[in-house]
């Protein structure tokens, strides 16, 4: 379900909101995994330069969490503008390990474990021999891709 922007008179939902900065880019912005922005498969965002906008998943994904402190100016400005009911959501919350060949979510990867206490110890994110793919049936290399709901 895509929910609209929602403006202060309207108090129509809360807006999940993530605030992101780009690694070529260090200005922060606001990413609205809900709201869909375009046909292109786009979805909205808001900056300080440039105000609302498009924000590719790819560009997204290219970006890391900003700290409250780097994104507390932009949440202020969203609300002033009004965005009164945003709900501040952490990176990791809209992102999954995705299979790079199919872009399944159905993966297992090797692990340690250990076998008198069966507590999780370790796993090498890098070695893409250690991921199974399900829907593949075989061995795949992986990211931890931003995935988002589409109409």
Known sequence: MTRNLVNKSENICSMRVVFLKHVDNPE???F???SSWGLAGNNASYQHTGQ????SIEYANESVQATRDE??????ELIDIG???????PLDSIKKWTCN??????????????LNDEE???WNEEDA???WCEDCQEHQSVSHKIIVKKD
């Open 71 to 76: 994104s507390q100016a932009l949440q202020d």
């Open 83 to 89: 965005y009164d009911l945003l709900e501040v959501i």
């Open 120 to 122: 999780f110890k370790n």
């Open 32 to 34: 609205f995994p809900d």
């Open 28 to 30: 922060v912005f606001a």
């Open 52 to 55: 609302h906008g498009p924000c």
């Open 129 to 131: 021999s250690r991921y």
């Open 101 to 114: 060949e199919c872009e399944g979510h159905n993966l297992h990867a090797l692990a340690w474990v250990g």
